[in-house]
């Protein structure tokens, strides 16, 4: 007799929030391509019906309705859930109360609605906003609406925490956030008996956050043994997370399925066929293990009329061997996939980038460039949506790219944006890589914007500012590259409206694309209403020195030299008159900024994790930064916090972007905090001063006396342009 395996699906959807039809079709894809292969469990993402992000749409009557909607034509398909139990994420409201539910069907009935229990709330997340977590021990009968009940033929199904008895095993389901508390659900599941855990997720990429979610998911499979099976969403459902996929099956502690984060597939299923002797062996020769579930409560159950283990074509699956990304890899893949799906559900025909030489915008360019590449694999695996989508985009029935510059060149438009203080290397850098890359490339002068703007200044009130380098004052400075800056945003939308028309293509415009990074937003190094107001940023969410690393790996992989020169070269913002041999007029970021682009990255760092404000911050730099002296670090602190605050109104009209960090700039979505500050800081700023004064005092009284010098460098304490001086 042969050997009967479970043969289990984890389906990754690429859903998108409030999008009904798109996201049932979805659904019943995954199913159907579940059942072809055999399998007698499907699982899907959380809240895939709906989409995970409809956020305040959850208050709204209408996203349950047609949650319902949705699943009773999917249960009113006979074939669909015959013989396959599908666990569907989708909310629901219980006795007036909206839950994030798991669905849990068969044969056309549902056999049990389980609740999350604890509901992800931090950071970019407010499920508690809309939802409440179910806290309430057993079951409770659930009355379907009219129109189920004359769908599944059942008055009512179950409510609650419980586990689902099948012919041949038990199952629990855990969803997302259950796994990343410290008291997971699952542990007393595997405990009574549960051999196999399913976690439906809505989980939001975050550069190295896969390695964490793997260490919980194989720390989970193995203190208990069990087959754990994992379902995340992937793409961008209409807001600036990306899911990242991963979906994944793990057994004993081990992975032997897993799916890519990144990648413009709408729906993907990695199967497990899993012995479930492995699990029973395991926790067999587990002691202590036994021990404690010989005291574990026993939980409600509700029984399934399937046998999940049978006789199957497919072998048992392999471990997997783990080829995780790098940092830079990510980068390189999740914001261009995030910017494919804002493209083809966006209604626009490309995208426009002011393309300046520099690396910011080169990182954006080179993103959409490798978002080609990896829409034309996508198609050379035989991705027929993304044929389609791509056809809809660029309007050719008949198009079919044969390299990603056959597509660059339909969807992108750049523009080099010159002045008079413009540099020839940047002209040819961005010149280069547009030619590499095969957008649509003009170069520009707006000087007679420019100077007409100052024209009419200068008519009205009879002054006429100038530069430093030419007698004005910081003020007029600032505000003659502003306007240098600002035009390049009118410019940049000009083009976005036009240029599709230019090319005889009637109606249609371009996405305009921003490209102010992490750090720059942090200290508000940027023209409040320049090039960094777009309509979304790939790059928004990533700090200097990861876009630097991306340019370099991305210069191999799309054999562009150029990007890593771009990527060596000193950052300048070319706004002012440059004077040959003045380094001052060079116009440095970091010399501009009053501070490195890794000294911004671990102020964004520390403030998220710990929630520093400038005299824990401070605190904590004295350990991190021990080669600088308490006061070169407290100036640093101040520093900081005074460009933070008198900047921080800038982050009110941020262009949405890609959120990749463990911090965020983002107002009112991951920094909620307020934006008219009182940039004094004065109790908060003369504490730090007192620990430098009792650290320099106590430094004193030991060298008092000697001529030992402190031990801590205090070189270029009063480092800085004249701008810092305010401090
Ligand atoms: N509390 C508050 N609430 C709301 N709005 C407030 C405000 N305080 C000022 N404002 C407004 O903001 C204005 C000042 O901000 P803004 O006009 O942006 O100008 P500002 O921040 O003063 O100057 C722009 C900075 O960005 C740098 N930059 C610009 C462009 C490119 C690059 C580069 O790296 O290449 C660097 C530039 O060197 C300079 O340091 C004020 O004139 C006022 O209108
Ligand atoms: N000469 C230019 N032509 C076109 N766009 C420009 C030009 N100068 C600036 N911009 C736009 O304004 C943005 C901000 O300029 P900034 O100098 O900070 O960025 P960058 O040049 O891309 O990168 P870096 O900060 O590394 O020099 C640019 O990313 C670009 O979109
Ligand atoms: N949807 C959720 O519950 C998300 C929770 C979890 N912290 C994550 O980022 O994956």
């Excluded at 509700?302 to 940092?327: F, G, M, R, Y």
């Excluded at 389609?388 to 597509?407: A, G, H, N, S, W």
Aim: aromatic fraction near 10%; proline fraction near 3%; glycine fraction near 8%.
């Amino acid at each position: 007799m042969h050997k009967k395996y479970a043969v289990l699906a984890s389906c990754t959807l690429n859903q998108w929030a409030l999008s009904f039809a798109h996201n049932k079709s979805n659904i019943i894809k995954s199913i159907e391509l579940s059942k072809r292969l055999g399998a007698t469990y499907r699982l899907g993402p959380e809240l895939e019906v709906s989409g995970y992000g409809c956020e305040d749409h959850f208050f709204e009557l209408d996203t349950v309705k047609h949650s319902w909607q949705v699943l009773g034509e999917i249960l009113g398909q006979q074939e669909l859930t015959k013989d396959i139990i599908c666990d569907i994420g989708m909310p629901v409201h219980f006795k007036n109360t909206l839950y994030n539910c798991r669905v849990i069907c068969l044969n056309q009935k549902i056999l049990l609605i389980r609740p999350k229990l604890y509901l992800a709330a931090g950071n970019n997340y407010r499920e508690s906003r809309w939802f409440t977590a179910w806290v309430r021990e057993g079951l409770e009968d659930f009355y379907l609406a009219p129109e189920i009940q004359a769908i599944v033929g059942q008055k009512s199904t179950k409510f609650g925490n419980a586990i689902i008895r099948c012919n041949d095993t038990t199952i629990a389901c855990e969803t997302c956030e259950e796994l990343w508390v410290p008291k997971n659900p699952h542990v007393d599941y595997g405990l009574d008996g549960v051999e196999i855990i399913m976690n439906g997720s809505g989980s939001h990429h975050e550069l190295r956050k896969l390695h964490t979610r793997l260490g919980l998911i194989t720390s989970a499979s193995s203190r208990n043994g069990g087959v754990y099976v994992y379902a995340n969403a992937r793409g961008c459902d209409g807001g600036r997370m990306y899911f990242d996929a991963s979906s994944m099956v793990c057994m004993n502690g081990k992975i032997y399925a897993l799916e890519d984060q990144f990648a413009p597939e709408e729906v993907s299923v990695q199967l497990g066929v899993m012995d479930l002797d492995e699990v029973r062996s395991y926790r067999g020769g587990f002691n202590s293990r036994c021990v404690q579930s010989a005291k574990q409560k026993p939980f409600p159950t509700v029984e399934a009329e399937i046998d999940i283990c049978k006789i199957t074509e497919h072998s048992l699956n392999k471990e997997v061997k783990l080829n995780l990304l790098i940092p830079e890899q990510e980068i390189a893949m999740g914001p261009p996939m995030w910017l494919w799906d804002y493209l083809r559900r966006s209604g626009a025909r490309g995208f426009f980038l002011p393309l300046s030489g520099g690396a910011d915008s080169a990182s954006v360019a080179a993103m959409v460039a490798n978002m080609a590449q990896m829409v034309l694999k996508s198609i050379e695996r035989g991705n027929q949506d993304a044929l389609m989508d791509l056809r809809r985009i660029v309007r050719e029935d008949d198009f079919t790219p044969k390299t990603y510059q056959d597509i660059v060149s339909r969807i992108f438009v750049t523009s080099y944006l010159s002045t008079k203080n413009s540099g020839k290397e940047t002209l040819e850098r961005a010149e280069t890589l547009a030619k590499g890359i095969g957008s649509l490339h003009y170069n520009m002068g707006i000087d007679e914007a420019y100077d007409s703007i100052v024209g009419i200044f200068q008519k009205a009130t009879g002054k006429t500012p100038q530069f430093e380098v030419h007698g004005g004052t910081y003020n007029e400075d600032l505000a003659l590259q502003n306007i240098q800056a600002r035009v390049r945003m009118v410019v940049s939308y000009l083009m976005a409206q036009l240029v599709p028309w230019t090319q005889g293509k009637q109606g249609g415009f371009l996405l305009v694309l921003g490209t102010s990074n992490i750090c720059e937003s942090l200290r508000g190094y940027m023209t409040k209403y320049d090039c960094s107001s777009a309509d979304i940023n790939p790059i928004g969410g990533i700090n200097k020195s990861d876009l630097k690393k991306t340019l370099i790996y991305l210069s191999h992989e799309l054999k562009l030299p150029v990007l890593a020169e771009i990527a060596g070269a000193k950052p300048t913002a070319e706004l002012r008159p440059f004077i040959e041999g003045d380094v001052k007029t060079q116009q440095l970021d970091e010399v501009e900024m009053g501070m490195s682009y890794d000294e911004l990255d671990e102020f964004g760092r520390l403030r998220k994790i710990s929630r520093s404000g400038p005299l824990s911050m401070f605190e904590r730099l004295l350990f991190n930064w021990p080669h600088l002296s308490p006061r070169l670090v407290a100036e640093k602190v101040k520093r900081f916090f005074f460009y933070y605050s008198i900047n921080r109104h800038k982050m009110t009209v941020l262009t949405p972007s890609y959120h990749a960090e463990a911090y965020g700039t983002d107002d009112n979505r991951f920094d909620l905090r307020q934006f008219l500050y009182d940039t004094k800081w004065e109790v908060q700023f003369s504490e730090i001063d007192k620990i430098v004064m009792e650290y320099e005092k106590e430094q004193a009284m030991k060298v008092k006396g000697s001529d030992e010098g402190q031990n801590r460098k205090s070189a270029g304490e009063s480092e800085g342009p004249k701008e810092h001086q305010k401090l």
